[in-house]
Nanobody
Framework: QVQLVESGGGLVQAGGSLRLSCAAS????????MGWFRQAPGKEREFVAR????????YYTDSVKGRFTISRDNVASTVYLQMNSMEPEDTAVYFC???????????WGQGTQVTVSS
């Protein structure tokens, strides 16, 4: 099992920045990919960004490209999401997600609230 703990959410004005952190513990040697999803009120959970643990390659949903940056610290088993130029549409609960090579193959954090005021 892998446990994920997010931190860094909060309230920010439009145009501002926040940095989310996700610390993994447990069977972290089995991790091969980590990422962030978000869920706004009344909407389905959606993909935001992912990073491959081995080579650091990254993937983003179109709406955050150029504004958000995902990065990793392999020693600390931590993934970060730097969010700049934030918009009210970024308001959501942000969930950290991790994929492992052993079952259960997908793990989720408890979520952290991000609110962007206009």
């Amino acid at each position: 099992q892998v446990q994920l703990v997010e931190s860094g959410g909060g309230l920010v004005q439009a145009g501002g920045s926040l940095r989310l952190s996700c610390a993994a513990s447990g069977r972290t040697l089995r991790l091969y990919r980590m990422g962030w999803f978000r869920q706004a009120p009344g909407k389905e959970r959606e993909f935001v960004a992912r990073i491959n643990i081995s080579d650091g390659s990254t993937y983003y949903t179109d709406s955050v490209k150029g504004r958000f940056t995902i990065s990793r610290d392999n020693v600390a088993s931590t993934v970060y999401l730097q969010m700049n130029s934030m918009e009210p549409e970024d308001t959501a609960v942000y969930f950290c997600e991790a994929d492992t090579t052993l079952a259960p193959f997908r793990h989720w954090g408890q979520g952290t609230q991000v609110t962007v005021s206009s």
